[in-house]
């Protein structure tokens, strides 16, 4: 039986440059950076795509527009979680300004939790949206900072949460993001079955880690990624695989590995994945075109095809579509492994179906990507405008 991993490895370079923080040229020697998987090319040459005015033809996709025919739901505890989750960000001094406060309430990651999972208890939820919002302030530090330009920062940083994860306790010198890390991480020991559960999920974050690496190494080398190698990577940079193993340490979906090794598994949950990427790249794309950020699938495709903005985003929008029949398909193909074993792979494919719904409702209501927040709207600045 075939054992192909269901998710890439980080390319070699960007491993490198935790051992090489201050020679970037490292990220072009490695063996998975081969030239003809990254091209290099000035972020001047998609100019128009960044002026509106000169570029009218920017696309907003409607949540409608997709294929998505999953149930919807809220969960119950949704606000009673809201609550808690703005006192323990508040606690750990990562809503200490007006900045962070504004980007916090705009991104609602207790909304994205509630709605992904409907149906957990209150404590699975309070973990969930924990994690989220700290993972969306990473997402904000990287993409839209100085630091995410610069990988030789991040991976100084990272370093602090890899120890946290591997079971050290933080410092006083340590930021509030690692004090936050080592809350979540004690709390999660108490829900996983075993250490063998936290490794895991350690692994996850490393990989998530490791591929804001390479994403800021592209924007320090002003490249944008090759299609095949942003199809591998976006799910990685996107938290997907991190999502998945508090998936099984939270709600006992543990499965033996010859079931998630099996093809039927591995497809729908790599269609899932990408489902919900490229859904959240189609609709962030004026967030992306903004910051001048090329790590968006419109515009991979656009270069890598030659293709305007409509034609790239209808392809996107293709490509969404068919991932999610994958997904149908692939589940209704699922051969029986024994009774003990359907009941949590039904219940591990039915809670894939409802992240990707829940994903598209969130994106459709959140703040995130409708309204742009910028350090300049809090000082007296520019009036913020679409993402």
Request: hydrophobic content about 40%.
């Amino acid at each position: 039986m075939a054992t192909q991993r269901q998710y890439p490895r980080v390319p070699e370079s960007t491993r490198a440059i935790r051992k090489q923080t201050h020679e970037l040229i490292a990220i072009k020697s490695i063996q998975d950076m081969k030239t003809d998987r990254t091209v290099t090319i000035s972020h001047k040459e998609l100019e128009p795509c960044f002026d509106e005015q000169r570029n009218p033809q920017v696309e907003r996709i409607s949540v409608s527009d997709l294929f998505c025919p999953f149930a919807a739901g809220v969960n119950v505890h949704a606000a009673a979680v809201q609550k808690e989750t703005v006192q323990w960000a508040a606690s750990f001094g990562l809503l200490a300004d007006e900045w962070s406060r504004r980007r916090f309430y705009a991104t609602a990651a207790t909304e994205l939790a509630a709605r992904t999972r409907p149906a957990v208890p209150i404590e699975e939820l309070r973990l969930t949206s924990d994690l989220y919002v700290w993972m969306f302030l990473q997402d904000d530090m990287r993409d839209e900072s100085e630091v995410g330009w610069r990988p030789e920062l991040l991976s100084d940083g990272d370093a602090c949460y890899l120890n946290i994860l591997s079971g050290e306790d933080p410092t006083k010198q340590d930021d509030p993001l690692v004090h936050a890390l080592a809350d979540f991480t004690r709390r999660l020991r108490a829900w996983a079955p075993g250490p063998v559960s936290i490794r895991r999920f350690a692994r996850a974050v490393e990989e998530y880690l490791d591929a804001t690496i390479w994403e800021a190494s592209n924007r320090a080398r002003d490249t944008v990624s090759d299609l095949a190698t942003y199809v591998e990577m976006r799910p990685l940079t996107g938290g997907l695989r991190v999502d998945d193993e508090l998936i099984g340490i939270c709600e006992g979906t543990r499965l033996p590995r010859e079931v998630t090794e099996h093809e039927a598994v591995r497809l729908l949950r790599r269609a899932s994945a990408n489902a919900v990427c490229w859904a959240n790249d189609l609709v962030s794309l004026e967030k992306e075109l903004a910051c001048g950020d090329m790590h968006n699938l419109v515009l991979v495709l656009a270069h890598a095809e030659n293709l305007n903005l409509p034609q790239a985003t209808h392809k996107a929008v293709t490509m969404h579509d068919a991932e999610v029949h994958t997904f149908i398909e692939s589940a209704a193909s699922l051969p029986s492994f024994g009774n003990a074993v359907d009941t949590n792979l039904a219940h591990y494919v039915a809670t894939l179906a409802t992240r990707m719904r829940g994903s598209l409702d969130w994106a459709r209501d959140s703040e995130r990507y409708h309204q742009r927040v910028t350090p300049a709207d809090i000082s007296g600045g520019a009036t913020a405008g679409a993402a």
